[in-house]
Protein backbone atom coordinates (compact mmCIF):
# COMPACT_ATOMS: atom_id res chain seq x y z
CA UNK A 1 0.00 0.00 0.00
CA UNK A 2 1.27 3.49 0.07
CA UNK A 3 3.75 4.73 2.36
CA UNK A 4 2.66 8.20 4.03
CA UNK A 5 6.06 9.96 6.03
CA UNK A 6 5.55 12.49 8.08
CA UNK A 7 8.23 14.92 9.82
CA UNK A 8 9.83 15.93 12.25
CA UNK A 9 7.96 13.90 14.66
CA UNK A 10 8.00 16.07 17.38
CA UNK A 11 8.07 20.06 17.34
CA UNK A 12 8.59 22.44 20.06
CA UNK A 13 8.21 25.91 19.34
CA UNK A 14 7.68 29.49 21.26
CA UNK A 15 4.72 31.41 20.76
CA UNK A 16 4.92 33.07 18.13
CA UNK A 17 7.06 31.34 15.85
CA UNK A 18 6.42 29.97 12.72
CA UNK A 19 7.08 26.23 11.71
CA UNK A 20 6.63 23.66 8.60
CA UNK A 21 5.70 20.73 9.04
CA UNK A 22 6.09 17.98 5.76
CA UNK A 23 4.51 14.89 4.45
CA UNK A 24 5.78 12.59 1.87
CA UNK A 25 3.61 9.92 0.34
CA UNK A 26 4.65 7.11 -1.86
CA UNK A 27 2.44 6.87 -4.61
CA UNK A 28 -0.11 9.33 -7.03
CA UNK A 29 -2.75 10.45 -4.42
CA UNK A 30 -6.08 11.88 -5.46
CA UNK A 31 -7.28 13.05 -2.04
CA UNK A 32 -4.82 14.70 0.60
CA UNK A 33 -5.85 15.97 3.34
CA UNK A 34 -4.54 17.87 6.80
CA UNK A 35 -6.06 17.30 10.17
CA UNK A 36 -5.25 18.97 13.72
CA UNK A 37 -6.01 16.24 16.58
CA UNK A 38 -6.89 18.76 19.07
CA UNK A 39 -6.48 16.44 23.15
CA UNK A 40 -9.81 15.17 23.20
CA UNK A 41 -8.86 13.21 20.23
CA UNK A 42 -11.60 15.15 17.39
CA UNK A 43 -9.61 15.39 14.13
CA UNK A 44 -10.27 18.84 12.76
CA UNK A 45 -10.04 19.29 9.04
CA UNK A 46 -7.76 21.80 8.20
CA UNK A 47 -7.27 21.57 4.17
CA UNK A 48 -7.96 19.61 1.07
CA UNK A 49 -5.06 19.78 -1.15
CA UNK A 50 -4.21 17.21 -3.40
CA UNK A 51 -2.36 19.69 -5.85
CA UNK A 52 -1.62 23.44 -5.53
CA UNK A 53 -1.47 25.67 -2.42
CA UNK A 54 -4.20 26.88 -0.18
CA UNK A 55 -4.38 29.69 2.64
CA UNK A 56 -6.66 29.83 5.86
CA UNK A 57 -5.57 32.39 8.26
CA UNK A 58 -2.15 32.01 9.77
CA UNK A 59 -2.11 28.35 8.10
CA UNK A 60 -1.58 27.71 5.15
CA UNK A 61 -0.71 24.23 2.70
CA UNK A 62 1.48 23.56 -0.49
CA UNK A 63 1.14 20.21 -2.27
CA UNK A 64 3.32 19.01 -5.13
CA UNK A 65 1.81 16.24 -6.20
CA UNK A 66 4.57 15.34 -9.03
CA UNK A 67 7.35 15.27 -6.45
CA UNK A 68 4.71 13.28 -4.05
CA UNK A 69 4.88 15.54 -1.09
CA UNK A 70 3.14 18.11 0.83
CA UNK A 71 4.08 21.30 3.51
CA UNK A 72 1.85 22.72 6.23
CA UNK A 73 2.97 25.76 7.25
CA UNK A 74 2.01 27.75 10.49
CA UNK A 75 2.60 31.20 11.32
CA UNK A 76 2.87 33.52 14.38
CA UNK A 77 1.63 30.17 16.69
CA UNK A 78 -0.28 30.02 19.41
CA UNK A 79 -0.39 27.76 22.51
CA UNK A 80 -3.78 26.79 20.87
CA UNK A 81 -1.95 25.18 18.20
CA UNK A 82 -0.65 22.69 20.12
CA UNK A 83 -1.73 19.23 19.03
CA UNK A 84 -0.68 16.27 17.05
CA UNK A 85 -1.30 17.29 12.86
CA UNK A 86 -1.52 14.56 10.61
CA UNK A 87 -1.84 14.29 6.87
CA UNK A 88 -3.90 11.58 4.99
CA UNK A 89 -3.59 10.77 1.33
CA UNK A 90 -6.19 8.63 -0.80
CA UNK A 91 -4.55 6.58 -3.30
CA UNK A 92 -5.34 6.52 -7.06
CA UNK A 93 -7.38 8.40 -10.20
CA UNK A 94 -10.69 8.32 -8.81
CA UNK A 95 -12.75 9.30 -4.90
CA UNK A 96 -13.87 7.00 -2.12
CA UNK A 97 -11.70 4.78 -0.52
CA UNK A 98 -9.43 4.90 2.58
CA UNK A 99 -7.65 7.32 3.74
CA UNK A 100 -3.65 6.65 4.69
CA UNK A 101 -2.55 8.75 7.52
CA UNK A 102 0.98 9.42 8.21
CA UNK A 103 2.59 8.92 12.06
CA UNK A 104 1.65 12.86 12.81
CA UNK A 105 3.60 15.55 13.95
CA UNK A 106 3.08 16.35 17.55
CA UNK A 107 3.23 20.14 18.17
CA UNK A 108 3.94 22.07 21.46
CA UNK A 109 3.73 25.62 21.93
CA UNK A 110 4.69 26.83 24.55
CA UNK A 111 4.02 30.36 26.16
CA UNK B 1 -25.01 21.10 9.64
CA UNK B 2 -24.37 19.12 12.79
CA UNK B 3 -21.48 17.22 11.98
CA UNK B 4 -20.96 13.42 13.03
CA UNK B 5 -22.05 12.21 15.71
CA UNK B 6 -20.45 8.90 17.46
CA UNK B 7 -22.16 7.36 20.84
CA UNK B 8 -20.78 6.07 23.37
CA UNK B 9 -17.94 8.68 23.76
CA UNK B 10 -16.47 6.13 25.81
CA UNK B 11 -16.58 2.05 26.91
CA UNK B 12 -14.78 0.30 29.08
CA UNK B 13 -15.61 -3.27 28.74
CA UNK B 14 -14.06 -6.75 30.65
CA UNK B 15 -12.40 -9.22 27.92
CA UNK B 16 -14.67 -11.06 26.16
CA UNK B 17 -17.95 -9.17 26.10
CA UNK B 18 -19.55 -7.75 22.96
CA UNK B 19 -19.43 -3.85 22.64
CA UNK B 20 -21.53 -1.85 19.69
CA UNK B 21 -21.03 1.70 18.49
CA UNK B 22 -22.82 3.99 16.58
CA UNK B 23 -21.91 6.35 13.69
CA UNK B 24 -24.18 9.09 12.78
CA UNK B 25 -23.06 10.81 9.40
CA UNK B 26 -23.55 14.02 8.37
CA UNK B 27 -26.85 14.31 7.03
CA UNK B 28 -26.50 14.29 3.21
CA UNK B 29 -23.68 11.98 3.24
CA UNK B 30 -23.73 9.26 1.24
CA UNK B 31 -20.18 7.54 2.15
CA UNK B 32 -19.23 6.30 5.74
CA UNK B 33 -15.83 5.46 7.06
CA UNK B 34 -14.44 3.39 10.10
CA UNK B 35 -10.95 3.89 11.18
CA UNK B 36 -8.71 2.43 14.43
CA UNK B 37 -6.56 4.74 16.37
CA UNK B 38 -3.97 3.05 18.74
CA UNK B 39 -1.88 5.15 21.43
CA UNK B 40 0.91 7.65 19.32
CA UNK B 41 -0.15 6.17 16.09
CA UNK B 42 -2.55 7.66 12.99
CA UNK B 43 -5.97 6.46 12.36
CA UNK B 44 -6.23 3.25 10.07
CA UNK B 45 -8.88 2.51 7.89
CA UNK B 46 -11.28 -0.22 9.03
CA UNK B 47 -13.97 -0.33 6.55
CA UNK B 48 -16.16 1.55 4.32
CA UNK B 49 -20.15 2.13 3.40
CA UNK B 50 -21.69 3.66 0.46
CA UNK B 51 -25.10 3.99 1.05
CA UNK B 52 -26.16 0.82 2.26
CA UNK B 53 -22.95 -1.59 1.02
CA UNK B 54 -20.58 -2.06 2.68
CA UNK B 55 -17.62 -1.92 -0.53
CA UNK B 56 -14.19 -1.82 1.26
CA UNK B 57 -12.71 -3.86 4.39
CA UNK B 58 -9.18 -4.40 5.68
CA UNK B 59 -7.50 -6.92 6.64
CA UNK B 60 -7.69 -5.64 10.44
CA UNK B 61 -11.27 -6.33 10.45
CA UNK B 62 -11.00 -9.68 11.82
CA UNK B 63 -13.95 -12.30 12.01
CA UNK B 64 -14.80 -10.51 15.37
CA UNK B 65 -15.90 -7.00 13.62
CA UNK B 66 -18.90 -6.40 11.79
CA UNK B 67 -19.84 -3.23 10.79
CA UNK B 68 -23.35 -2.21 9.13
CA UNK B 69 -25.73 0.61 7.61
CA UNK B 70 -29.07 -0.69 7.15
CA UNK B 71 -30.97 1.97 5.64
CA UNK B 72 -27.72 3.81 4.51
CA UNK B 73 -28.01 6.29 6.94
CA UNK B 74 -26.67 5.75 10.76
CA UNK B 75 -23.94 2.76 11.11
CA UNK B 76 -22.72 0.21 13.91
CA UNK B 77 -19.51 -1.30 14.91
CA UNK B 78 -19.66 -4.54 16.86
CA UNK B 79 -17.05 -5.95 18.17
CA UNK B 80 -17.95 -9.54 19.98
CA UNK B 81 -15.75 -11.22 22.37
CA UNK B 82 -13.35 -8.59 23.03
CA UNK B 83 -9.71 -8.48 23.39
CA UNK B 84 -7.04 -6.27 25.42
CA UNK B 85 -5.61 -5.59 22.32
CA UNK B 86 -9.06 -3.66 20.70
CA UNK B 87 -8.50 -0.80 23.27
CA UNK B 88 -8.16 1.97 21.20
CA UNK B 89 -10.12 4.87 19.61
CA UNK B 90 -12.56 4.11 16.88
CA UNK B 91 -13.49 6.67 14.78
CA UNK B 92 -15.76 7.36 12.03
CA UNK B 93 -15.94 9.70 9.18
CA UNK B 94 -18.46 10.67 6.44
CA UNK B 95 -18.19 12.55 3.17
CA UNK B 96 -20.47 13.29 0.02
CA UNK B 97 -19.09 11.14 -3.19
CA UNK B 98 -17.74 14.36 -5.41
CA UNK B 99 -14.96 15.08 -7.72
CA UNK B 100 -13.42 16.57 -4.56
CA UNK B 101 -13.84 14.70 -1.78
CA UNK B 102 -13.20 15.41 2.14
CA UNK B 103 -13.99 13.01 4.64
CA UNK B 104 -15.24 14.76 7.86
CA UNK B 105 -14.62 12.70 11.17
CA UNK B 106 -16.66 12.21 14.39
CA UNK B 107 -15.06 12.58 18.09
CA UNK B 108 -14.38 9.31 18.26
CA UNK B 109 -15.45 6.30 20.69
CA UNK B 110 -12.64 5.52 22.92
CA UNK B 111 -12.20 1.77 23.96
CA UNK B 112 -10.62 0.14 27.61
CA UNK B 113 -10.89 -3.71 27.44
CA UNK B 114 -9.91 -4.77 31.30
Known amino acids: GIQVEQSPPDLILQEGANSTLRCNFS?????LQWFHQNPWGQLINLFY???GTKQNGRLSATTVATERYSLLYISSSQTTDSGVYFC?????????????FGEGTQLTVNP | DTGVSQDPRHKITKRGQNVTFRCDPISEHNRLYWYRQTLGQGPEFLTYFQNEAQLEKSRLLSDRFSAERPKGSFSTLEIQRTEQGDSAMYLCASSLASYQETQYFGPGTRLLVL
Open chain 1, 49 to 51: IPS
Open chain 1, 27 to 31: DSVNN
Open chain 1, 88 to 100: AVERGETSGSRLT
